[in-house]
């Protein structure tokens, strides 16, 4: 018994920035690592970027330098900031507990002029 309500997607022109957030109803969030993925139309899921319990990130090699993943164990919430967002970052967004494996209902950012 799990929600995690995701907000921040949107649409943005290239180069610009976006935060996407997601706060999850559980304690077991503060011992659980957190992820986001995305997944564009006609490809996989990927993993974009995931952060543990210690504060340890990891990043997909083609956000490196430009994405952000963050926590704030307080307010059960994990956050992606986004900048200079190119239109290959289009997709639906989703944010995953691992411990519980729950996934968000995805939230969607459309990069485009």
């Known amino acids: 018994q799990v929600q995690l309500v995701e907000s921040g997607g949107g649409l943005v022109q290239p180069g610009g920035s976006l935060r996407l957030s997601c706060a999850a109803s559980?304690?077991?969030?503060?011992?659980?690592?957190m992820s986001w993925y995305r997944q564009a139309p006609g490809k996989q899921r990927e993993l974009v970027a995931s952060?543990?319990?210690?504060?340890?990130?990891n990043y997909a090699d083609s956000v490196k330098g430009r994405f952000t993943i963050s926590r704030d164990d307080g307010k059960n919430t994990v956050y992606l900031q986004m900048n200079s967002l190119k239109p290959g970052d289009t997709a639906v967004y989703y944010c995953?507990?691992?411990?519980?494996?729950?996934w968000g209902q995805g939230t969607q950012v459309t990069v485009s002029s």
């Open positions: 952060i543990d319990r210690t504060m340890g990130t």
């Open positions: 995953y507990l691992d411990v519980l494996r729950a």
């Open positions: 559980a304690t077991i969030f503060r011992f659980s690592t």
